[in-house]
């Protein structure tokens, strides 16, 4: 009888089993998107590759190439096309104009599975920009699914219209996101203005080409930032405007209350500068040291002066430079600011009287570290100020 029972569970553990592997089976055999995003040695790997296609088991239902490229060949600008192509067993054709140059495409492109790999595919042809025939030959190229790519998409720019405080964001820094077709008339319209405007957003990036609108960076004087955007915000195109990231790091930051360092709702810059180049004079050990403040980006610019220690044999003057920034503490606040401190450079030379010795930079020497010790800047200044500092661990002032 428990021979007959044993028996009669065995049986339906692999009826369970059969059936298991048989609703896998079902789930994997239908239709399934996969993507490629990586030909090999295609225009020397600067190439943005999507290769979307759907597939029955091994048989391609339907693919779409994305393409976006250097134009001209080596340069930090980008062109893009999107083609849906014709499939007829293993082979994919299509054809296409750019985005931008309007450039004629023609893609023809065999898939097989690649000998020796188990998952991998062999991806050969060419594809056709304008007169420029450029082979594609890219072995064992892996796919991804559908979630996996999802995934690894980049986050999107970082873009806080109305910030609670000048943590996640910094206080000088702000960004438009703005349609393509609107871009080149508002970067034209910053002409003239106190508005630094970073030279790396201004090439539109793959993301931007394929989301249809680019990020423009710029900064300004933390005291016109809120008027700035407000200004922006009104220009052709504009799809977002705020506060981003910039110089702020919380760790070279102080916080302290504003009521003995502002006047009447504006932070007292020459009172604060003469601050700063007092407390640090004496912390970089400096026989003379000059502050200046400049009134569009809103950042002090501080030199010491101190016989190099390191080569003080030779008579020589190490020259440190750091650059700081004060603002409140968050939009519209007028009760805390935040004070950020960046890191020195260092400069040595001859100041002596009469011939002087000629100093060159050698290069660096692998692995050594080039930094400059900054002898505790930043907790002199929070003692100065009876300051709170960056907690990591709290992620808060204290």
């Known amino acids: 009888m428990r021979a007959l029972v044993f028996c009669s569970l065995l049986g339906l553990f692999a009826a369970a089993d059969a059936a298991s592997a048989q609703t896998k089976k079902a789930a994997s055999s239908g239709p399934q998107t996969r993507y490629f995003t990586y030909f090999d040695e295609f225009l020397d790997g600067e190439a943005d590759v999507i290769l979307k296609q759907v597939r029955n088991g091994a048989a391609i239902a339907?693919?779409?190439?994305?393409?976006?490229?250097?134009?001209?060949?080596?340069?930090?600008?980008?062109?893009?096309f999107v083609a849906d192509l014709k499939i007829s067993g293993n082979a994919m054709t299509g054809s296409a104009v750019s985005m931008l140059d309007k450039t004629p495409v023609e893609i023809s492109l065999t898939q097989t599975k690649a000998s020796g790999s188990a998952e991998g595919f062999s991806i050969t042809g060419s594809i056709k920009i304008g007169a420029r025939a450029i082979p594609v030959m890219s072995k064992e190229t892996s796919d991804s699914s559908e979630k996996d790519y999802a995934d690894s998409k980049t986050a999107e720019d970082l873009i806080a219209a109305a910030p609670a405080a000048f943590t996640d964001v910094s206080p000088e820094s702000i960004a438009a996101k703005v349609k393509l077709d609107a871009v080149t008339d508002f970067v034209k319209g910053l002409r003239g203005t106190n508005i630094f405007v970073s030279k790396d957003s201004l090439a539109a990036s793959c993301e931007s080409l394929r989301a249809g609108a680019q990020t423009i960076r710029m900064s300004v004087n933390p005291e016109t930032a809120a008027a700035t955007i407000a200004q922006l915000k009104t220009k052709p195109g504009v799809m977002a405007i705020g506060w981003s990231y910039g110089d702020l790091e919380l760790a070279r930051a102080i916080r302290?209350?504003?009521?003995?360092?502002?006047?009447?709702?504006?932070?007292?810059?020459?009172?604060?500068?003469?601050?700063?180049?007092?407390?640090?004079?004496k912390t970089f050990g400096a026989e003379s040291a000059t502050s200046a403040w400049d009134e569009i980006s809103g950042k002090y610019t501080i030199k010491f002066k101190r016989?190099?220690?390191?080569?003080?044999?030779?008579?020589?003057?190490?020259?440190?430079e750091i650059t700081a920034m004060a603002a409140f503490d968050k939009p519209g606040g007028t009760d805390a600011i935040l004070l950020w401190i960046g890191y020195p450079s260092s400069e040595t030379a001859d100041e002596q009287p009469g011939a002087k010795l000629l100093l060159s930079d050698t290069a660096e020497v692998e692995g050594e570290d080039q930094g400059i010790d900054d002898n505790g800047a930043v907790s002199d200044l929070a003692k100065y100020f009876k300051a709170q500092k960056w907690d990591e661990d709290t992620s808060k002032f204290k």
């Open 307 to 320: 016989p190099s220690a390191t080569l003080d044999s030779f008579g020589l003057t190490e020259t440190l």
């Open 256 to 281: 302290f209350p504003a009521k003995d360092w502002s006047v009447e709702g504006k932070i007292d810059s020459g009172k604060i500068g003469t601050a700063l180049t007092d407390t640090l004079k």
């Open 62 to 80: 339907s693919a779409s190439l994305d393409l976006c490229y250097p134009a001209p060949k080596g340069s930090d600008r980008r062109d893009r």
